[in-house]
């Protein structure tokens, strides 16, 4: 959700800052814009759409000279996708120009208190506010100017800014939005993410809330909100360019897709030592883990979709009651947290609003947090308690795949161990158990062997109107995933329900040729799913059912069946999930969608 880039260095600043964009197009985007700093003025163009229209309008940055610049990509909230709303946004003398990612949320009380002091606004975004505070409180000294400023804003808000007075500086403050500063030679950066400067240097500084940054091209200096200096310490990105390109693959999604087994592998192996599962990272004693008496799961989206499955899991190994929450709904809701509660929260990108805001909930209430992430170093990878890394690299795609997938086998993970800290798994399904987790990235690699099969069924189903999935228990809880999958990249109506409810309301939606996909890989439910697929079919469904190798449907029960291959029950989902990705894919490449930014989605819900 909005990109931000910022260069000051010796070479041309446009061109690298396009680059970054470039690399930033995954956070999803309707407008894009550049300031570059010439030496005597800051020059500025914006333009509405891709950033194609952006490259076109500076020939490919070429038009715009100067070595310090930064550049944005905007997903609009205050204000409709228009050259004017979009960044950068500047003071009225064009002295200071500011890119934002965030959401000023008192920006109505600070326009009309700078609108009294005679300032003018352009645009409908919250952004402008905080170019004219900066004016307003500016004093010739821009660290402590955006202290001040920082002061009066509320809300959330990664910033990059330029100072005509200070040629030699960029500027960059955050707070609750994604930063980084990258260290090259002679030159640096500051990005919302990381491969927006990979291709530069693999040194960076995770920038904290309230700090302040002023980059020249030879050093980096940072402030707290006092400003006073700090020191901080640098990380090396360990992998490598080639995880954020798409190397062949005609989309990052298919790319992320394939990458499924190496993902399950990274994630698995390093925590499975001498037949027994090892999580070094959780600093929880045993007799911590035998005080759980309540586990909370809280996520958004894919996330809160692996929750759901997890409690499954969870409570089947290691009998704790698990409660699934969405974050945007636990932050608000008082949930009750009991003294032995523990809250899982699941994201991808470390960066999502609601799911932060659940986390300070929960620890502001005194409850310990464990944080199942796959971003290093983000928000909620440094706010948790403990953190449970899901190493599936960098994923580009707005749709999530393998970073799903390696939050499900983090929460199993996490299932048996709990599971053998308190004794209640035997030893005997916990090495069966441990056996099929080794297994899985070996079965999934499977399946995408038979990805033609998919492709084919796909193909027939690009112009589906609505499609419908079912299942029961983990299977239900692959069935939302699948849904969602298909519904965000094809934009086809599509509803995941537990397959017992269709005769609650929703069977009345079934109409002869309506497509129903059930997904029925517990053989404790295989009969009950194999009735609700009867039931959907005598209304005239046609039915795609993803099961067992070992439970062969005839054509009498299912008019198109995907086998995959048999695992231990707990761990199905994983298995399932695959066809439904490859599912959604094809048939939103078979509509010519735009598949890995599809409309209206950003990969990192930074806003509430
Ligand atoms: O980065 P997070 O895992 O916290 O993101 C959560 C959701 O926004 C994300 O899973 C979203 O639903 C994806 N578009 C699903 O493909």
């Known amino acids: ?26 956070r999803g985007y309707d ?9 005597e003025n800051i020059n500025i163009v914006k333009a509405k759409g891709r950033l194609q229209v952006l490259r076109e309008l500076t020939g490919d940055g070429k038009a715009l000279k100067g070595c310090i610049g930064i550049g944005h990509t905007r997903w609009a909230t205050h204000g409709a996708p228009s050259v004017t709303n979009s960044h950068p946004h500047h003071n009225a003398k064009e002295t200071i120009a500011v890119v934002h990612n965030g959401i000023i949320e008192n920006y109505m009380k600070l326009k009309e208190k700078l609108i009294k002091k005679g300032y003018t606004f352009i645009s409908e975004t919250d952004t402008e506010v905080v170019a004219h505070l900066l004016d307003y409180y500016y004093n010739g000294n821009p660290v402590e100017t955006i202290a001040k400023v920082m002061h009066r804003v509320e809300g959330s808000y990664a910033l990059g800014i330029i100072f005509k007075d200070h040629p030699d500086k960029l500027y960059a403050v955050r707070k609750d939005s994604p930063l980084i500063v990258g260290v090259g030679e002679h030159e640096n950066f500051i990005a919302s993410d990381v491969p927006a400067i990979l291709k530069y240097t693999r040194n960076v500084y995770f920038i904290e809330n309230e700090e302040i940054v002023e980059l020249s091209k030879k050093d980096v200096h940072f402030y707290n909100s006092d ?5 901080k310490e640098m990380s090396e990105v360990k992998w490598d360019i080639s995880a954020a390109e798409k190397s062949g693959y005609e989309h990052f999604m298919l790319k992320e897709i394939y990458e499924q087994p190496k993902a399950l592998r990274d994630t698995i192996s390093p925590r499975v030592k001498n037949g027994e599962i090892v999580i070094d990272e959780l600093t929880m004693t045993e007799e911590d883990i035998k005080n759980i008496k309540k586990i909370f799961i809280v996520a958004c989206g894919s996330a809160y979709h692996a929750g759901v499955n997890g409690k499954y899991v969870i409570e089947g190994a290691a009998r704790i009651p698990v409660e699934v929450d969405l974050a945007s709904e636990f932050r608000y809701r008082n949930p009750i947290l009991e003294e032995g509660t523990l809250v899982i929260i699941i994201s991808q990108s470390g960066e999502t609003a609601d799911s932060i805001a659940a986390l300070r909930e929960a620890k502001s209430r005194g409850i310990k947090v464990l944080g199942i992430v796959n971003v290093v170093g983000s928000t909620i990878a440094r706010e948790s308690d403990n953190v449970m890394y899901t190493w599936a690299g960098p994923e580009i ?38 056996k099929e987790l080794m297994l899985l990235p070996d079965k999934v690699q499977t399946i995408l062997g038979d990805k033609e099969n998919i492709q084919f069924f796909a193909n027939r189903y690009v112009g589906a109107k609505d ?33 017992g409810e269709l005769k609650h309301g929703t069977i009345s939606l079934i109409e002869e040729g309506t497509l129903v996909t059930a997904v029925l890989t517990n053989e404790e439910l295989y009969k009950k799913t194999i009735s609700n697929i ?15 190798e070992d439970n062969i449907l005839d054509k009498e029960t299912a008019d198109y069946v995907i086998y995959i291959p048999k695992t231990h029950k707990y761990f199905t989902s994983s298995l399932a999930v695959v066809p439904l990705q490859l599912f959604g894919y094809y048939v939103s490449v078979g509509r010519g969608c735009d598949v890995d930014k599809p409309r209206n989605l950003a990969k990192s819900v930074t806003v509430e």
């Open 467 to 499: 499609v419908f999935f079912i299942g029961r228990g983990q299977d239900y809880a692959v069935s939302l995933e699948g849904s969602l999958k298909l519904k965000e990249i094809s934009y086809i109506h599509s509803e995941a329900y537990a397959a």
């Open 1 to 26: 959700m909005c990109g931000i880039v910022g260069y000051i260095g010796n070479q041309e600043a446009a061109p690298i800052l396009l680059d970054g964009l470039t690399k930033l197009e995954y």
């Open 227 to 231: 400003v006073e200096e700090i020191e």
């Open 534 to 548: 009867v039931e959907v079919r005598t209304r005239g469904a046609f039915v795609l059912a993803v099961t067992n």
């Open 31 to 39: 407008s894009a814009g550049l300031a570059v700093f010439d030496g």
């Open 397 to 434: 795609a707005v749709a999530t795949t393998k970073a799903y997938s390696t939050q499900l086998s983090a929460l199993y993970l996490l299932a048996m161990y709990f599971g053998k800290v308190k004794g209640t798994l035997a030893k005997e399904e916990y090495s069966d158990m441990l």
